[in-house]
């Protein structure tokens, strides 16, 4: 089954730096929106950040807004989560979701079931402790 795939998760100390990467094969992003999403331990999973390639729009929850970055490079099919000033609430583990149907990057990561969004990778542990 074709599906993302995703890497740059790891340990690292509260306030910290963490680059997370999306990655297609056999499929190119720039036709799909691509969102991140996360999941602590007991926790529902959440949209963390959302990115549309057709109109370059992008969205941010709250909780993550001035210290996580979206972005994507079309030449590496890949999209980015740049994640700064890491807090130990961000302890999760990440997801990239991939989707065409989502019309706003706000409708795809308004989503909270899994079944909601057609491809989803494998995920990312990121642990923010010190």
């Known amino acids: 089954q074709v599906r993302p795939m995703e890497s740059g998760g790891g340990l690292v100390q509260p306030g910290g730096s963490l680059r997370l990467s999306c990655a297609a094969s056999?499929?190119?992003?720039?036709?799909?929106?691509v969102g991140w999403f996360r999941q602590a331990p007991g926790k529902g999973r959440e949209g963390v950040s959302c990115i549309r390639s057709s109109d370059g729009s992008t969205y941010y929850a709250d909780s993550v807004k001035g210290r996580f970055t979206i972005s994507r490079d079309s030449a590496e099919n890949t999209v980015f989560l740049q994640m700064n000033s890491l807090k130990p609430e961000d302890t999760a583990v990440y997801y990239c979701?991939?989707?065409?149907?989502?019309?706003?990057?706000?409708?795809?990561?308004?989503?909270?079931?899994?079944?909601?969004?057609?491809?989803w990778g494998q995920g990312t542990l990121v642990t923010v402790s010190s």
């Open positions: 979701a991939v989707d065409p149907k989502f019309r706003t990057v706000q409708a795809m990561c308004a989503v909270t079931a899994v079944e909601s969004v057609d491809m």
């Open positions: 056999g499929f190119n992003l720039d036709y799909y929106a």
